[in-house]
Every structure is written in C-alpha cells, then in structure tokens.
C-alpha cells in the first residue's frame, strides 16, 4: 500500500507517517505542496493520498482538481482546518473521498484511513 | 663413453646423465671431408638416437671450427628429455594463519619481556596470543595432491621413467575438513595445531604453564584449563568453563559457563571475574564478582564486591568486609570480624534486573511527566484558541495529542514489562542467609527495603530472612525460635532504594 503525505508541515507529515507506521504501512511518499505533489504522483503510484488545504504554490483543493483530471478513483483524504460545511462541500465536489479536521487525534486519523480505504474496496 | 672417428679426429661425448651428448672436433682435423652427414653417421654410431640429435647446432659446430681449424671445438648437439618426477601431496596453510601459527611459535620460545613500567599503557604484548584460535568452517589452507611426474627420455632414446608423488604425510582428523577443492577447513571453533605431522583444531585449550607473557591473554572460544596461575592485568574469555590450577592475581576471567579455582583471586581490587554460571573457589580476596548462578567458597571472601544470581554455598567460609548480594539463599560461618569492619550482605538482590528495572522505572516517570505536561499545555491552548483554531494552534494541538498518544502507549508497554520484570525477581529472590558461627558487630544486611545494622554479635547458628509480611527476621537455629530483627539490630527502611517498591507502587502484584 503506497500513501501520499501532502502537507507544507513537516510536522504534520511526522505525525501523520507515525500513525501510518503504527498502522503497518511503510511505503509513503511525501510532498511539501500540489505542485510537488503533482510532479511525484506519476513515479509513486499512490493508492492513498493525505492532503492538506492551505499550502504554498498550490493549494490543496487545486492540487485535488488537477489530480482528479488524471486519476478518479484513488482515494484522498482531506487533513485540514478548514472546518466549515461549505468548505467540506467544496472539497467533496473536487473529489475529495474523506475529511479529518485539525486539530485530530491519532486514532481519528486511524479510523478514517481505514473507513475511506474500506469504502474504496482496497484491503488496508 | 666418448668415441672418435680416427680419419678426422671428431669424438661423441655423452654426458653421465646421458641427457646430452656433445661433438668435439680436434684441431687439424680434415674438415673438407667432414659434413654433416659425418657428423650424423658418427653420433649415430656412438648409438645416440636420431630423434634427439640438432642439426642446427651441428652446423653451427662446423661453422665454427671452419673458421678457426687450428683449435678445439666442442658443443652439445643432441639432448634428450629430462624426467620430471611427480611431486608428494602437501598442505599449504594460508598466509594470514601460517603468520599467526610462526608468530604463536616465536612467542612460546622467546615471551616477550614484561613492561618495564607497572602502568604500561602501551602494553600489546599482553594481546598477543601464544595460541591460535580458528572459528568453526573457517578456512586453514589447501591440500595439494599429489602428481604423476612426466617420464623423461635421454640420448640414446631410452625412457627414463617418472617417479609418482607420495600422499601427504600431515594427518587430518575429524575435527578439519576437506572439499573437493582439497580447502581445509575447521569442523568446529577451537585451538589450531598445525605442524608437519598433524592438523586439528582442539575444543578445549589446555595451557600447561600460566596464562602470563608466554600465552597473553586468552580469548577462546571452547572449555580452557590453565594447570597454574593466571598474572596480573592478563584476561582470560571462553565461551565454556575455565579452570585454573593455582592463584589467579589482579586479573580478568570471564566464562559463558563455570569457573573454578583450585586456590582463589588475590584481585588487588583490580581483579574481576564473571560467569555465566557458577563459580567454585577457595577464597575470593579485593576482587568483584558476578556469578550468573551460584557461588560455592570454601574459606574466604575478602574485601570483595560480589554479585550472585542463585545460592552461595560457603559453610565453612568468613565474610569479611565489601558487599555480597544474592538473589538466592546464603550461607557461610561468619559474617563480619572483630574489628568491626563493614560488611555488608543484600538478599534478594538481582543485579541485572534491578538495573534494568531502574532505568526503565526512570523512563516511565519520564514519560508521565511529558504526558503530563503535554496534557496541560493541550487544554490550555484548547481553551485559548476557542471553537476555531487558527491552522498553527490546530497544528500544534495535534502534535500535543499526538505526544499524549505516543507517551500512553509507551507507558503501557514499559508498564507492562516492569510488571513482568517484578514478578520474575519475586518468584526467583530468596532472600535468606544462615550464618553457623557468628554475625560480627558493625554488619549490615539489606532485605528488601530494609537496612539491618547489627550492633552487637550475634551468636551462630542463625539464620536471617523475612517473615511472611516482607519484615526481617532472626532464626535462632538451635532453639527454633524467630525474633523481629529490629529487637537485634538496627533496622531502618528506605522504600526508595528498593526497585522491586518502586516498581510495586506502580503496578500493584497480582492477586496470588
């Protein structure tokens, strides 16, 4: 199972790859915005993408619809502040799978991998 | 035999070996009438074969006395075909271990000089081994076999026939191996003995003399014996049992299995020794000591730190100052002496646990106190930051929730094995010693948390443990009677001290 970590914040990316670890996958791939993202998904191959919104050069929900063009069944998962209906709306619309609202616990991030790759067909 | 043709004054000289045969013509001899051919015709007649004759060097020899008739010529114009005789089979023992077999040699004819300075810190003569040590499937040399030899052919055409090879001489037993590509090898880890005769690799490292400048230290990887002693600042290693015959000084012996002493350490509180299991000796003077299971000392323990992980067995022995802790039972004929020097005795102690216990109890208080804080800074900046957090703070109260998560679960798992760890120490502590003639004045005996400083003697046979609440107490062995020890001695208790406490206020013991 390959993931993708899209977050500006190393931070994020650390936790996020930890609970992934926890979780048994070790095959990640990071990136740092959508532009950087875009230019790593060909080689990588995700089965799985955790983006962020609010990042630098290309945001979140562009880097979805850009995504989405090419690719429309991987599974993606927003992991934002973002919080408001509206906003889960809109990343929905641009083909967003699942949604973790900042700030979240370890085990929330758990259960929506596993939900969102359960709901896709794909054995976690 | 050499021949000459009279008409021109040539002789056919055959060399003893008869692998050559040369032409000598005389001066003055008619060489107008003389040609090849002759030459041919008379090396012929002297019965060396045709086969074997060099036309070229005989006009070359022509030539030659052509141009200077008035002297001697003579050259070697036929040769036959020397025999090359088969060579014997032999072992050639690689370079890296042929060094270390001459360089083992050189020291046990010549041991090097001791340092000429007590402290000699460059002291490598210490290091290097009398014996050469070979690991199991390591490779020793090659056999090479043997060979047929080519058959040779001299003048006259006559074989001269190639003698074969002989088989190794070497004998090689079962404990090296050969492959097909003849490499030798050893079937198991031992002491090399490579020489002319023989080659095998021994289990077991008998050292006749002492360990000293003639062996250095020894690092073997089986059983050692040294027939005397073991001097000071030399180390003794196996990975089996080692026994030494006479004193071992300021010294290090380290064995996976048992150690015995025929006599004992005067260690000089240099001296160490180690063992997987149990240890036998006499006597045990200024040394430290940890014996992995049980200790067996039949006259003295001096001054000594010594660490056992099951019984001591010490009737007839005196402890006298230092520290003796056992995680068994005890017994010996007198702690202590008249002159009230310290001696201190701990029961129920199991070094190796307790030190991992220790720092894993360190760990855990350290990892509470960052769960707690990290909990702490959490509400507050939650507090703070209301309803809708700015993306930083929702960052950073992830990273909190995130360090809480990680720290409960790294709790959980040392939690876990602390518990483990102190129902092992429970269930393998006795924490009991029985003294047969007296405990001086001035001993102190740590059970559990508690310290038992005995201010007057107390006569043998006694025997000092803990009552079925943990408490210590004194056995009088003759009447049968049990009094508190705090009614003897000066108790105190120090919780702190005890890890197997510490561990128990944390995770409270199973229900039995």
Redesign the interface.
């Known amino acids: 199972m390959r993931i993708m970590l899209v977050d500006d914040?190393k931070?994020?990316r650390n936790?996020q790859k930890?609970?992934l670890s926890q979780l048994g996958y070790t095959e990640l791939e990071e990136a740092c915005d959508g532009q950087d993202a875009l230019s790593k998904v060909g080689a990588f191959k995700p089965d799985l993408l955790l983006v962020d919104w609010?990042m630098p050069n290309m945001d979140g929900l562009s880097f979805v619809k850009a995504y989405r063009a090419q690719d429309k069944t991987t599974p993606i998962i927003m992991v934002t502040?973002e919080?408001e209906k509206s906003r889960v709306i809109e990343a929905i619309k641009a083909g967003v799978n699942n949604y973790v609202v900042?700030?979240?616990?370890?085990?929330l991030l758990s259960q929506r991998i596993s939900e969102t790759l359960s709901k896709a067909g794909i054995a976690a | 035999m050499p021949q000459q043709d009279a008409s021109n004054k040539i002789r056919v000289l055959q060399a003893g070996d008869r692998l050559t045969a040369s032409v000598r013509i005389a001066a003055g001899a008619d060489l107008d009438s003389l040609d090849r051919a002759g030459v041919l015709a008379a090396l012929v007649e002297a019965g060396v074969c045709p086969q074997a004759i060099d036309n070229t060097a005989i006009d070359a020899l022509l030539l030659d006395a052509r141009q200077a008739p008035d002297r001697d010529h003579e050259s070697v114009v036929a040769k036959g075909k020397p025999v090359e005789h088969g060579s014997d089979a032999r072992v050639v023992i690689d370079p890296e271990i042929q060094e270390r077999l001459d360089d083992a040699k050189r020291k046990q004819e010549a041991p090097p000089e001791p340092p000429s300075g007590a402290d000699d810190g460059n002291a490598d003569h210490y290091n290097r081994s009398a014996f050469v040590v070979v690991l199991a499937a390591q490779r020793i040399g090659r056999l090479m076999p043997k060979t047929d030899g080519t058959d040779g052919v001299d003048v006259t055409g006559r074989v001269i026939a190639a003698k074969e090879g002989m088989k190794a001489r070497v004998k090689l037993d079962r404990s090296v191996r050969i492959n097909e590509q003849g490499v030798i090898s050893a079937s198991h880890s031992g002491h090399l003995i490579a020489g002319p005769v023989e080659i095998r690799v021994e289990r077991e490292l008998n050292i006749s003399g002492g360990v000293d400048f003639s062996t250095g230290n020894i690092d073997f990887p089986g059983n050692v014996s040294v027939s005397k002693g073991v001097k000071d600042r030399f180390s003794v290693r196996c990975k089996g049992s080692l026994t030494v015959g006479e004193l071992v000084e300021a010294a290090t012996l380290d064995a996976r299995f048992d150690i015995t002493l025929a006599r004992g350490m005067a260690g000089r509180e240099k001296g160490v020794i180690r063992t997987g299991r149990d240890l036998h000796a006499k006597y045990i003077d200024a040394a430290l000591v940890f014996v992995g299971r049980n200790f067996t000392a039949e006259r003295e323990i001096n001054d000594a730190t010594v660490r056992v992980g099951g019984k001591l067995t010490a009737p007839g022995a005196v402890i006298i100052g230092g520290e003796v802790g056992l995680g068994g039972s005890g017994e010996c004929a007198q702690i202590g002496a008249e002159s009230e020097i310290t001696t201190t005795v701990r029961l129920g102690v199991l070094e190796e646990l307790e030190r991992l216990a220790g720092a894993g109890l360190d760990r855990y208080e350290a990892l509470v106190e960052k769960r707690d804080a990290s909990k702490t800074r959490f509400e507050t900046l939650k507090k703070a930051g209301g309803a809708?957090?700015?993306?930083s703070l929702?960052?950073?109260?992830?990273?909190?929730?995130?360090a809480v998560?990680?720290c409960d679960q790294a709790i959980a798992r040392l939690m876990q094995g602390l518990g483990e760890t102190a129902d092992t120490m429970e269930r393998f502590i006795e924490p009991s010693i029985t003294v047969h003639r007296i405990i001086h004045r001035g001993t102190v005996i740590l059970v559990g948390p508690y310290r038992c400083l005995f201010k007057s003697a107390v006569k043998g046979p006694v025997t000092v443990r803990t009552d079925d609440k943990g408490a210590p107490i004194l056995e009088d062995l003759t009447s049968g009677s049990a009094t508190p020890l705090d009614k003897i001695a000066s108790v105190t208790k120090e919780d702190d001290r005890w890890v197997l406490h510490r561990i128990r206020t944390i995770i409270p013991a199973k229900a039995a």
């Open positions: 914040s931070t994020m936790i930890s609970v609010n502040t919080a900042k700030p979240f616990t370890p085990d | 809708k957090p700015s993306g929702a960052e950073e109260l992830t990273e909190l929730q995130f998560q990680t």
